[in-house]
């Protein structure tokens, strides 16, 4: 395995050479900005923070340069060694790593590897044994932000960490996909109802005109952010449109 170096956000990345996905975006920069600047600008210092789907480690090196602890979870073989990699060269003590994947149950899946996009893993009827666990049972500290990006998988994600999510109410960012999750027979709305009863809102986040929103339902794939109205202040999407017009056109919108 052929691995380039590149440098980002004060950190070393390392990917695969041919990783023409996640590994390219990072080298330029463009690997989803917005959301990254959403998140790390709710991370404090002396908070604990999960990365389910970790990949090779971007956003698990970004968080550990911030957050006291950073649990990531990464069952894909190649992908796990490269998150070592990268958590070992940027000197990061408060990372724990951990080479399984996180759901409803412990149980064993079959993980599928993506032939040209090393970031579009996924659990399903083929692939390679991984061990699947639930974060309730692993994670028993005050958890201040989940991250959440499995392909498909989320409402399993969520499923295993409703204690943590009911007792501290974390910040969480996790990517949508309602045309996957109805393609593996998932009940997504039971996922969405229980985070809009604990949390009050769901916010979508638009990464193309860097705002966010509240909104009721989602229908097609999109990143998502949930957490108490606290945590994003008392923001509706026409402010947020006037605030991003504002800017663009250098006056306010009417």
Not at 105 to 123: A, I, M, P
Not at 149 to 168: C, L
Not at 232 to 239: A, C
Request: hydrophobic share 35%.
């Amino acid at each position: 395995m052929k691995l380039a170096k590149t440098r980002f956000g004060g950190a070393v990345f390392y990917y695969q050479a041919d990783d023409k996905y996640i590994g390219q975006r990072i080298a330029l920069g463009k690997y989803e900005p917005y959301l990254t600047k959403l998140m790390l600008g709710n991370v404090g210092r002396g908070e604990t923070v999960v990365d389910v789907g970790a990949n090779i480690g971007y956003y698990t090196v970004l968080l550990g340069k911030k957050a006291k602890k950073v649990y990531a979870f990464e069952p894909e073989k190649t992908s796990f060694e490269i998150l070592k990699k990268n958590v070992e060269v940027n000197k990061l003590k408060g990372v724990e790593l951990f080479g399984v994947a996180l759901g409803g149950k412990k149980e064993k899946k079959k993980l599928e590897k993506s032939k040209d996009n090393f970031g579009d893993n996924r659990l399903s009827d083929k692939g390679g044994v991984v061990g699947v666990e639930r974060l309730d049972d692993l994670v028993k500290e005050k958890i201040g932000l989940i991250k959440i990006d499995t392909q498909g998988w989320e409402p399993e994600v969520i499923k295993g960490a409703r204690e943590i999510i009911r007792k501290y109410h974390p910040k969480i960012f996790l990517e949508y996909s309602p045309s996957m999750y109805t393609a593996a027979g998932m009940d997504y709305r039971e996922m969405w109802q229980f985070l809009e009863e604990e949390y009050g809102k769901i916010f979508y986040i638009d990464e193309y005109i860097q705002i966010y929103f509240p909104i009721k339902n989602c229908e097609k794939e999109c990143n998502l952010w949930v957490g108490k109205e606290k945590s994003f202040g008392n923001r509706d999407k026409d402010f947020w449109l006037k605030k991003w017009l504002k800017r663009k056109l250098g006056r306010p919108a009417t």
